[in-house]
């Protein structure tokens, strides 16, 4: 009985699969090798946590996960697979709880943030950039993340002397980048004690003060207020509250700016493997939702969608990953390898499928001269 179930199951995984131009054991890059035929039923039932825990478990391997992922998604195989009770109980649970409320702030900060700078170090940019870089006019990771950051110190018209509150700074990048190139002074906030450790070293002698809090107890005003990574922390319950943080924070003739990636729809949880393993309480907002939190308090001056950058980027922290590995296997496990593999190539092909966005996006109060938003 049991082997005519795994029998069906591998029969409507490979049917699926095929509709992607996915073989099973095939010779393809994108192609998965199955090691054991337990996956199928697995990925049946679990979904997105089935597929990433049955890797780290040595159940499958694939030579390009980004390209079967890319592939995947294209052909829409995450709608074709329904989940069992565990998924549906985390979306219920999401529904009915705010993930994101004061008290588990902190959570995504000591589970991801905090797993050691020496990972970061190894993986990122000089800067310690954990987010889309700019690849427009760079060919290196360190000039794209570079690039990034004057983009945004343009589109926001940074002059000297102006004060910025930067929610979820980071290890200061974007603060310290600031302060050197334009003479800013800048207050961060982060839910991350490592990244304040190293980012506090990092900014020393600047203009900079970096915080362990969470940004809905950030007070005073400022010049602009700015995010660059911290809404797919915040929730569709606190969208209107971090808006709202925005608003009171802001002077009146201030600037804001947010540095998101987005979903081409509106949701109101996360998969069960990234909030599992990766970002625990992540959420993608969408237009839809960004644009009711901001309605009534903001003009939207300027939405720049750069979401194919992000693929680039992902890669280019994977090859760092993989070239470091030797050293930092001494202090991470196999299991964390393949788990870290797999999340940073299957982040690029969603990307690249265009499933997800990544949105620069500025705003003013009604009233305000309309800022020069033209750089790209």
Not at 70 to 91: E, P, S
Request: with cysteine.
């Amino acid at each position: 009985m049991r082997t005519m179930a795994t029998q069906k199951s591998e029969n409507i995984m490979r049917g699926l699969l095929d509709l992607a131009g996915i073989q099973v054991n095939g010779n393809n890059p994108w192609d998965i090798q199955v090691h054991d035929k337990r996956f199928h039923e697995r990925v049946l039932r679990d979904v997105e946590l089935g597929m990433g825990e049955s890797y780290m478990d040595g159940w499958w391997d694939c030579e390009e996960i980004d390209q079967m992922v890319d592939r995947a998604l294209r052909a829409r195989l995450d709608v074709k697979i329904k989940g069992d009770w565990k998924i549906l109980f985390h979306i219920l649970q999401s529904r009915l709880l705010n993930l994101q409320a004061p008290w588990r702030a902190y959570e995504v900060g000591q589970r991801h943030y905090d797993l050691g700078n020496d990972l970061y170090c190894a993986m990122l940019d000089k800067r310690l950039n954990y987010t889309c870089a700019y690849w427009e006019n760079a060919t290196t990771l360190d000039d794209a993340q570079e690039a990034k950051l004057d983009l945004i110190c343009k589109k926001i018209g940074l002059k000297p002397g102006m004060r910025l509150l930067e929610m979820g700074c980071g290890w200061g990048s974007f603060a310290k980048y600031a302060a050197e190139k334009y003479g800013v002074q800048v207050l961060g906030v982060t839910v991350s004690k490592k990244q304040v450790e190293l980012g506090t070293q990092l900014c020393k002698g600047l203009p900079v003060e970096l915080r362990l809090q969470d940004y809905r107890e950030v007070q005073g005003k400022f010049d602009a207020v700015l995010s660059i990574g911290i809404m797919e922390h915040v929730g569709y319950k606190n969208y209107s509250t971090y808006i709202q943080v925005v608003d009171r924070c802001l002077k009146e003739d201030g600037i804001a700016f947010i540095h998101t990636i987005g979903g081409n729809k509106s949701v109101t949880s996360t998969d069960g493997w990234t909030h599992k393993y990766i970002f625990p309480n992540g959420m993608l907002p969408s237009i839809a939702q960004l644009g009711k939190a901001m309605e009534g308090l903001f003009v939207a001056e300027d939405w720049h969608n750069i979401g194919p950058h992000y693929d680039k980027t992902l890669m280019a922290w994977h090859s760092n990953f993989e070239k470091a590995w030797p050293c930092l296997r001494e202090r991470y496990t196999d299991r964390f390898y393949k788990m870290w593999r797999f999340y940073l190539l299957s982040c690029a092909g969603a990307f690249r499928s265009r499933s997800q966005q990544l949105w620069q996006i500025v705003l003013t109060r009604q009233g305000t001269p309309q800022p020069d938003c033209r750089f790209r």
